[in-house]
């Protein structure tokens, strides 16, 4: 069983900055991929990054240019580095991973991002 915990989350005014934490732990194996997902209220949960072992990365469109995903393999973390935070972007921000044979998506309990003046 893999626990994946998020950290992070806060209030931040338009155009700041924050960064989002993720630890997976748990794993006897690899962890082959880490990614963010987003749900704001009223809405269904969306991608919005994510990371493979060996680095590749993915966007949604809508964070292109100003999220940033990273992963510390040897840590099993993996982070989300959040610039020019708009209000569109408030929404709880889950972390999942997928690990395992056969393979599980295992995911967080989220952490809430709040970008309002």
């Known amino acids: 069983q893999v626990q994946v915990v998020e950290s992070g989350g806060g209030l931040v005014q338009p155009g700041g900055s924050l960064r989002l934490s993720c630890a997976a732990s748990g794993s006897s194996g690899s962890i082959y991929v880490m990614g963010w997902y987003r749900q704001a209220p009223g809405k269904q949960r969306e991608l919005v990054a994510t990371?493979?072992?060996?680095?590749?990365?993915n966007y949604a469109d809508s964070v292109k240019g100003r999220f940033t995903i990273s992963r510390d393999n040897a840590k099993n973390m993996v982070y989300l580095q959040m610039n020019s935070l708009k209000p569109e972007d408030t929404a709880v921000y889950y972390c999942?991973?997928?690990?395992?044979?056969?393979?599980?998506?295992?995911w967080g309990q989220g952490t809430q991002v709040t970008v309002s003046s």
């Open positions: 990371i493979i072992s060996g680095g590749s990365t």
């Open positions: 999942n991973a997928l690990a395992g044979t056969p393979r599980v998506l295992y």
